[in-house]
T-cell receptor
Framework: ETGVTQSPTHLIKTRGQQVTLRCSSQSGHNTVSWYQQALGQGPQFIFQYYREEENGRGNFPPRFSGLQFPNYSSELNVNALELDDSALYLC????????????FGEGSRLTVL | DQQVKQNSPSLSVQEGRISILNCDYTNSMFDYFLWYKKYPAEGPTFLISISSIKDKNEDGRFTVFLNKSAKHLSLHIVPSQPGDSAVYFCAASEAGRSNTGKLIFGQGTTLQVKP
């Protein structure tokens, strides 16, 4: 049990739609990172938020955006969904220290039809 | 451009024997390496890490070895137990970026430990 919860666990969208995924971090964790894991691949870094500001971004287009709130919750928003966006989306929280000290949620499985 | 590679998609080991999972990387700027374990329907959980200033780190049954000149690291599990059956991910972070939460993951190796 990592103390990181994500919702929804599964969802289905159609191409062109928008989706919001939610994450609740551990109390005291002031960073949240989002990762995309395609089938058979390792997680890929999307971006990280620290104290409600984006602090590092991977190779993802601007239609991937996020928010971090003061109550240790955060959101990942994806606009204009494409078929290739189908993946497991993982939220990870940490204290802003060494990268290894990340606590992952169970993920949200997104299917785009 | 796969900067972290786990070339063995799967590994099967008998209970009580040693499991060796391998990982190669290409980016010489990586200075911190980690192993995560993932069970089905769960998020990855941190297992063990090693800084580039060390060549070995041990935690109970788990030992990680780092060979910087070869850009290679390995995870040894001794003795292997059926509960170790999971997907293992190797990950790395770049120097000076360890606090950004940006980890570069390999593709994962599925370990099966047979009773």
């Amino acid at each position: 049990e990592t103390g990181v919860t994500q919702s929804p666990t599964h969802l289905i969208k159609t191409r062109g739609q928008q989706v919001t995924l939610r994450c609740s971090s551990q109390s005291g964790h002031n960073t949240v990172s989002w990762y995309q894991q395609a089938l058979g691949q390792g997680p890929q870094f999307i971006f990280q938020y620290y104290r409600e500001e984006e602090n590092g971004r991977g190779n993802f287009p601007p239609r991937f955006s996020g928010l971090q709130f003061p109550n240790y919750s955060s959101e990942l928003n994806v606009n204009a969904l494409e078929l290739d966006d189908s993946a497991l989306y993982l939220c990870a929280s940490g204290t802003g220290g060494i990268a290894g000290e990340l606590f992952f949620g169970e993920g949200s499985r997104l299917t785009v039809l | 451009d796969q900067q972290v590679k786990q070339n063995s998609p799967s590994l099967s080991v008998q209970e009580g024997r040693i499991s060796i999972l391998n990982c190669d990387y290409t980016n010489s700027m990586f200075d911190y390496f980690l192993w995560y374990k993932k069970y089905p329907a769960e998020g990855p959980t941190f297992l063990i890490s090693i800084s580039s200033i060390k060549d070995k780190n041990e935690d109970g049954r788990f030992t990680v070895f780092l060979n910087k000149s070869a850009k290679h690291l390995s995870l040894h599990i001794v003795p292997s137990q059926p509960g170790d059956s999971a997907v293992y991910f190797c990950a790395a972070s770049e120097a000076g970026r360890s606090n950004t939460g940006k980890l570069i993951f390999g593709q994962g190796t599925t370990l099966q430990v047979k009773p």
